[in-house]
Nanobody, 123 residues
C-alpha cells in the first residue's frame, strides 16, 4: 500500500488545519496512525484510528484539539487540528499496519509509511 499525506503548510497559532492521508494500491491495514517528528526530536505518536471501526486513540499532547476521521469510500484518513500551537510544528506522517493494543501508539505497529507533510505553526 502507498500512502500520500497532504495538507501541511504554514498556520498561525489558534488556527485549524486538516491533514489527509490517502491510500492507493490496497486498502489500509487494521489501524491508521499519525505520527510527527519535530527537528531534533524523535518521532512521536499523535493518534490512530481503526479502519473498520472501534476506538480512536490520541496522544495526551493533542487530546481535545485533534480529531481523526476516516472516509472508507475515498480510502482516506484525516487529522483535523482545531487549535494549533507552535509546539505542533513538525513533519507529520501517516502510517498503516496491523497494530494491536500494545503497539498502536508506537511505530512498531505500522508497516507502511507516507512521505510526511510539514506543518509550521507561528506564534
Amino acid at each position: 500500500v502507498q500512502l500520500q499525506a497532504s495538507g501541511g503548510g504554514l498556520a498561525q497559532a489558534g488556527a485549524s488545519l486538516r491533514l489527509s492521508c490517502a491510500a492507493s494500491g490496497r486498502t489500509f491495514g487494521r489501524y491508521v496512525g499519525w505520527f510527527r517528528q519535530a527537528p531534533g526530536k524523535e518521532r512521536e505518536f499523535v493518534g490512530a484510528i481503526p479502519w473498520s471501526g472501534g476506538t480512536t486513540y490520541y496522544a495526551d499532547s493533542v487530546k481535545g484539539r485533534v480529531t481523526i476521521s476516516r472516509d472508507n469510500a475515498k480510502n482516506t484518513v484525516y487529522l483535523q487540528f482545531f487549535s494549533l500551537k507552535p509546539e505542533d510544528t513538525a513533519v507529520y506522517y501517516c502510517a498503516t499496519g496491523n497494530a494491536i493494543l500494545s503497539t498502536v501508539t508506537t511505530t512498531r505497529g505500522y508497516s507502511y509509511w507516507g512521505q510526511g507533510t510539514l506543518v509550521t505553526v507561528s506564534s
